[in-house]
């Protein structure tokens, strides 16, 4: 019962580190999960991850503030034309991803 009264706390916390990590951020960090060079998937999955960190965020009525890392990140290895064309999709409806 103690760690859900700790739980906000824990939340700004977290919050707070995903900050800073904002602020030194200068490149897309290595992700065990794609451990080959081709980072196509990397971008993709990044991409994903920013839409629907502001989604849920964005639907309980939180700051999506720490949603900012899967941007910076999926910017810094995704290519602007697939971007460009992925947010085209999305506004159209047509985006085969699940956001």
Same mark, same amino acid.
């Given at each position: 019962?103690?760690?859900?009264? %700790?739980?906000?706390? *824990?939340? !700004?916390?977290?919050? =707070?580190?995903?900050? =800073?990590?904002?602020?030194?951020?200068?490149? !897309?960090? $290595? %992700? !065990?999960?794609?451990?080959?060079?081709?980072?196509?998937?990397?971008?993709?999955?990044?991409?994903? %991850?920013?839409?629907?960190?502001?989604?849920?965020?964005?639907?309980?009525?939180? %700051?999506?503030?720490p949603c900012d890392w899967y941007q910076r990140?999926?910017?810094?290895l995704c290519p602007t *034309?697939?971007?460009?064309?992925?947010? =085209?999709?999305? =506004?159209?409806?047509? $985006?085969?991803?699940?956001?």
């Amino acid at each position: 019962m103690q760690a859900r009264r %700790d739980l906000p706390r *824990s939340r !700004a916390k977290m919050s =707070e580190t995903i900050q =800073e990590k904002i602020k030194t951020y200068r490149t !897309a960090p $290595f %992700d !065990a999960r794609f451990p080959n060079t081709n980072q196509t998937r990397n971008c993709y999955q990044n991409y994903l %991850d920013f839409h629907r960190c502001n989604k849920a965020l964005s639907s309980k009525g939180q %700051d999506v503030a720490p949603c900012d890392w899967y941007q910076r990140v999926y910017k810094s290895l995704c290519p602007t *034309s697939w971007v460009g064309k992925w947010d =085209e999709q999305i =506004e159209n409806g047509n $985006f085969p991803g699940k956001i």
